[in-house]
């Protein structure tokens, strides 16, 4: 049984940085693509970036591009979002994604096979 388990959302100033964390467990990060989304109050779930280990590709939302970053400790099979510079427009809840493989349609939700419950965001402006 697959299970991720996002951790580290909170209230931060503009400006700020947070770092969340996605633990994996039943899936290993090698082999597989983690990605994060998030969904702000009234609006849809957008997604946010995407990383293929195995494959070699990593792909970012425009909006976000430059300011977050993904990275993984394999020991914990655990992946890192690194939020830097954060706006008041990136409050949301961010959820954590998961699947086997890699695939092209790597922004859509409904590629991804496992999702963890999600962890609030909110930027103060």
């Known amino acids: 049984q697959v299970q991720l388990a996002e951790s580290g959302g909170g209230l931060v100033q503009a400006g700020g940085s947070l770092r969340l964390s996605c633990a994996a467990s039943g899936l290993t990060l090698t082999g597989s693509t983690m990605a994060w989304f998030r969904q702000a109050p009234g609006k849809e779930r957008e997604f946010v970036l995407a990383i293929s280990w195995y494959f070699g590709r990593t792909h970012y939302a425009d909006s976000v591009n430059g300011r977050f970053t993904i990275s993984r400790d394999n020991a914990k099979n655990t992946v890192y979002l690194q939020m830097n510079s954060l706006k008041p427009e990136d409050t949301a809840v961010y959820y954590c994604?998961?699947?086997?493989?890699?695939?092209?349609?790597?922004?859509?939700?409904?590629?991804?096979?496992?999702w963890g419950q999600g962890t609030q965001v909110t930027v103060s402006s």
């Open positions: 994604a998961g699947r086997r493989g890699y695939s092209d349609n790597y922004y859509r939700d409904t590629t991804y096979s496992y």
